[in-house]
């Protein structure tokens, strides 16, 4: 028994009860294009009336996008009503694809799950055989909403009664997954806020610096952290209550003086401690590290047991339970992500730190947590230095002959625990707070230091035209323009390195080679994209894409066939290569007013760029 | 509604709407029982009534329509097979469907003329007055919400843009629109391109909407924003995307008050939020129409390698919250691990 269904039995099945046309979504694109493939041999053909729709339709939309006419799928699908759709297509053979099926001359249709939302393309039946999707890397589980909108296009309004989510095993699916998906609610969405340095120039063209706060007040991000924040608020007052009996005592701050002096009498018969010295991020985040913190790990998530320091170094360590309950020591040093969740523990002295039930529920929530959660902000503050104990006898103390002395002796690890629950929830409800604020002022720290920012926040003359460029690595971009880089380059060359630029894919190939010319203008930037990097990401910078772009844009009789054949790349990843070569050069084109010169070029590799397939849409 | 009226109306709902609304707003409210359930419902919304509100109201009245359904469309939902089989004794649970009450059904409606649905009407009824997000599921006719609002917009003399996430699926409402308003009425504006720039209807992705709003607010405008009636942002569930995301909410922020807003989304967890925001930062209350009705009811099968086509769940349709399986595909799938799990005889 093969592990999953053939593609020809599948589509025959279907038809048999009666459930095409229907959307087929697969794993990967390799997938919907081994499953054309074997139809290639099937014999089953469609009766010639339905051939002849399908080969008119085709010829219509050919006038309109000449690439159609060429593909070499045409005869597959027109003899078989079979097709498939992915970003590996050109995005008119999509709109073709798109447009047989809406007409109903399609039975099937093999897509990926990236099948984008809001594209028209409505079937009876949707078969799922898969119940996660690669994200960057890694593969995560489908969320629910992703499972609604893969299985919300079955069923055609006014053209069916009703519509079928068929699932089918394959060796990656977890029936578990999609049951949920189907019967469960769509997740909540969440801000992903972030700000830019172009947004931060935007603004401050804009609206003076008194008012940035206000504006960042309005995001959503801003709106749910102050929801966080508020629930915080009101943690925060039940603890200030629980705090109450822990008033002022013979001395006002008898916590820290009752703490010193614990201290001061353990430190005799101890070593003292080494000076720790860790990095600020480390420290602000071991507040947080508490018993029941969730936290992700390089590899998964786990909870927080304990924190303690190591036995030699003295390092920051935690005890965390991770997926299927399994107990492990590592460095706090080694924790990618705080997340915004805690649950409750039942601590306990000796391993595994917690009570057995305890260890059982937590790591029932472990496998519940939803595949994203909201990270808790942190600000990374200098530390007011941990207070040194200045006494170190205990007879300078008054504590032992206090007449409050049992009762502090009593009280303290509750008050003390309390106390630093306080500190906790404070720093927390001030990360909520002004945590958009701060990012907002490393960002501008960052664009005075370059000099596109006064010190009193004004733009200069560099952040006046520095702010048109809005796309991702802006500052290498108009780093690279205020170096000069592209004084006097080709246009071949610009539209080269713009591609490197956007290009953030890391999928191998193989490509032509580039000019010598483009490889010297390619170390600069490199050179100077890896001097950014402490301020923004640097881009992947591919030789080989970058020379593709080359070549289609030095050489104007080279026909897109000719330039498909030059390389591995799908042609649908190239059609998005050019395409977003050419927003980029267009922004450069933006900068006519102050840099002649490279607005020029930019608009020379633009009108070299757009031809052939690139310009049959807008 | 006062909290107590609140409070009494929660007390009369089924548990299980209640652990809907416990989604979200309160962590682990399925360990709750009714009573602690409602308490804590109305401890976490101390601050925001409106949300839990209309988040009740509007799955008070999804559950009522769940129920007369089966009534009103008796073709498309087949009566199940124990109908005719009520017998005196009382089953613990409903008998499991089978394949052919599963498949039947099947075909096309008979062409009837375009009725408006009623959330439909509410979307454009509201629109007049304030901002509306709809969410909605995939496919039950946002696009129509979106073209009416456009055409009233444009008899007021107003302009509208119209925002997607994809530069493909701006073209494609290019064209689908063009028909519509007719070409003199359309313009486009991508990247690198623009094209009649001047007429009512603009359409455009959400970055260049960004562009123009902070081109504007930096004194250089070259699209007219005064005459701005009207912007529509379509698949707005986008504002979660981790890389894009942030130009939703710029765009919403920085949107011109005098314009009103229409966020068409698919169905997602927590609309009530997005509008409770909405409401916080612009002029008017933000309305919000949502439902999690499919407008064509919609059933999941299982398929066995072999063909063997089985229902995925006992019932017919698909059922909320819990399921369970249907006993046919159970056995298909542990046979399946069985064959696939077994060691390779090669
Ligand atoms: N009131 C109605 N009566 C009958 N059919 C309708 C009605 N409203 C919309 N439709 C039809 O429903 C179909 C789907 O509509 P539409 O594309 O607008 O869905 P959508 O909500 O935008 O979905 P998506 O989430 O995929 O973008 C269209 O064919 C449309 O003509
Ligand atoms: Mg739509």
Redesign the pocket.
């Known amino acids: 028994m093969p592990p999953s269904i053939h593609p020809v039995d599948l589509i025959a099945a279907l038809r048999q009860h009666n459930l095409t046309p229907a959307i087929v979504f697969l794993t990967s694109r390799r997938a919907c294009d081994d499953a054309m493939q074997a139809f290639e041999r099937d014999q089953v053909a469609l009766p010639p009336a339905r051939r002849r729709n399908i080969a008119a339709t085709l010829q219509e939309l050919a006038t309109q996008y000449p690439s159609i006419a060429e593909h070499p799928l045409v005869p597959i699908v027109e003899r078989i009503g079979v097709a498939a759709h992915h970003a590996g297509h050109l995005p008119s053979w999509k709109i073709a694809i798109e447009e047989l099926m809406r007409q109903g001359l399609l039975d099937a249709v093999f897509a990926t799950t990236t099948l984008a939302?809001?594209?028209?393309?409505?079937a009876r039946t949707v078969v799922i055989t898969q119940s996660s999707v690669r994200k960057t890397r890694d593969f995560t589980d489908l969320t629910n909403s992703e499972v609604q909108?893969l299985a919300?296009?079955a069923g055609?309004?006014?053209?069916d009664l009703v519509g079928f989510a068929v699932v089918t095993p394959s060796p990656y699916i977890d029936l578990g997954v999609i049951t949920k998906g189907l019967t469960g609610q769509p997740e909540p969405i969440d801000s992903q806020f972030s700000i830019s340095y172009s947004m931060a120039l935007n603004l401050l063209k804009a609206h003076p610096l008194g008012q940035i706060q206000s504006i960042l007040a309005r995001s959503f991000a801003q709106f749910q952290l102050n929801r966080r924040a508020e629930t915080l608020e009101s943690k925060l007052d039940t603890l200030h209550v629980q705090m109450e009996p822990y008033g002022p005592r013979v001395c006002t701050d008898w916590i820290t003086q009752w703490q010193s002096f614990e201290q001061a009498r353990k430190r005799k018969s101890q070593r003292v401690h080494p000076k720790r010295q860790e990095p600020p991020e480390l420290t602000s985040r071991l507040h947080f590290l508490t018993p029941g913190r969730v936290v992700g790990l390089t590899r998964g998530r786990g909870i927080v047991l304990r924190q303690y320091r190591s036995r030699g170094q003295k390092s920051p360590m935690v005890t965390v339970v991770r997926e299927a309950g399994a107990v492990t020591e590592c460095p706090a040093s080694t924790v990618t992500q705080v997340f915004d969740r805690m649950f409750d523990v039942q601590e306990a002295p000796a391993y595994p730190w917690c009570a057995p039930h305890s260890l059982d529920e937590l790591t029932g929530h472990l496998s519940e947590l939803p595949v994203r959660l909201p990270v808790l902000p942190i600000l990374v503050q200098p530390e007011p230095e941990e207070r040194e104990v200045a006494l170190t006898l205990t007879d300078d103390f008054p504590c032992p002959t206090c007449s409050s002395r049992p009762a502090c002796q009593k009280d303290h690890a509750t008050a003390l625990k309390l106390r630093q629950d306080v500190q906790r929830h404070q720093k927390m409800i001030h990360a909520l707070r002004t945590g958009l604020w701060h990012r907002f002022q490393s960002r501008t720290d960052v664009l005075q230091q370059f000099g596109y920012l006064t010190p009193t926040c004004q733009l200069t003359a560099d952040g006046e035209w520095a702010r048109l460029i809005r796309m991702d690595h802006s500052l290498l971009i108009t780093e690279l323009i205020r170096a000069e880089a592209f004084t006097g380059v080709e246009p071949h060359v610009l539209a080269a390195i713009m591609s490197s630029i956007s290009h953030d894919n890391d999928r191998p190939g193989s490509f032509p080679r580039m000019s010598p010319g483009l490889s010297t203008v390619m170390w600069q930037v490199r050179r100077l994209a890896e001097s950014l990097a402490p301020h923004e990401d640097p881009p992947l910078l591919r030789a080989d894409v970058a020379a593709l772009t080359e070549r289609w844009v030095s050489d104007p009789n080279l026909t897109w066939l000719g330039l498909c054949r030059t390389t591995t790349m799908a042609e649908g990843d190239i059609y998005r290569l050019l395409a977003r070569t050419l927003e980029y050069l267009s922004q450069l084109h933006t900068l006519k007013g102050t840099h002649r010169g490279l607005a020029d070029t930019a608009d020379k590799a633009i009108k070299n760029l757009r031809r052939g397939v690139l310009e049959e849409l807008p | 509604m006062t909290t107590d009226e609140l409070e009494k109306l929660l007390a009369v709902q089924p548990v299980s709407l209640l652990h809907q609304l416990g989604r979200g707003r309160i962590p682990r409210h399925f360990r709750l029982g009714k009573r602690r359930l409602i308490e804590a419902l109305l401890r976490s919304t101390a601050t925001n009534r409106a949300g839990l509100e209309s988040d009740l109201l509007a799955l008070m009245k999804d559950g009522d329509q769940q129920q007369i359904r089966p009534q009103a469309q008796p073709r498309t939902e087949p009566a199940s097979p124990r109908r005719q089989s009520v017998s005196g004794k009382p089953e613990p649970a409903e008998p499991a469907t089978d394949l052919k009450a599963f498949l039947e059904g099947i075909g096309v409606p008979e062409p009837?003329p375009?009725?408006?649905?009623p959330w439909?009407e509410e979307a454009l009824a509201h629109l007049a007055e304030t901002d509306v997000i709809v969410s909605?599921?995939?496919?039950?006719?946002?696009?129509?919400?979106?073209v009416e609002a456009t055409r009233r917009a444009i008899d007021a003399e107003r302009t509208v843009i119209y925002t997607s996430p994809l530069k493909a699926l701006s073209n494609t409402k290019f064209t689908e629109f063009s028909k519509l308003f007719g070409a003199d009425r359309v313009g486009i504006l991508t990247g690198d391109r623009r094209d009649n720039t001047h007429a009512p209807l603009l359409i455009m992705t959400t970055e260049i909407l960004r562009n123009l709003l902070y081109d504007a607010a930096g004194g250089e405008i070259d699209v007219r924003l005064d005459t701005l009636g009207l912007v529509i942002m379509?698949?707005s569930q986008y504002l979660a995307d981790p890389e894009r995301g942030v130009v939703w909410e710029e765009t919403i922020i920085f949107c011109p008050t005098q314009a009103r807003l229409l966020l068409?989304s698919?169905s997602i967890g927590n609309p009530q939020d997005i509008a409770a925001w909405l409401t916080s930062i612009r002029p008017t209350p933000c309305h919000l129409v949502r439902h999690n009705r499919r407008?064509v009811p919609l059933r999941a099968g299982y398929l066995h390698p072999s063909g063997k086509l089985a229902p995925l769940f006992r019932s017919v349709g698909i059922p909320h919250g819990h399921a369970s399986l249907h006993q046919e595909s159970k056995r298909l799938f542990s046979q399946y691990e069985a064959e696939t799990l077994q060691p390779r005889s090669r």
């Not at chain 2, 375009?114 to 649905?117: M, T």
């Not at chain 2, 909605?136 to 979106?146: E, L, Q």
């Open positions: 939302a809001g594209v028209d393309f409505p909108q919300g296009r055609r309004r006014g053209k | 009837s375009f009725v408006p649905d439909q909605v599921p995939t496919g039950s006719g946002k696009t129509y919400v979106a379509d698949e068409l698919a407008t």
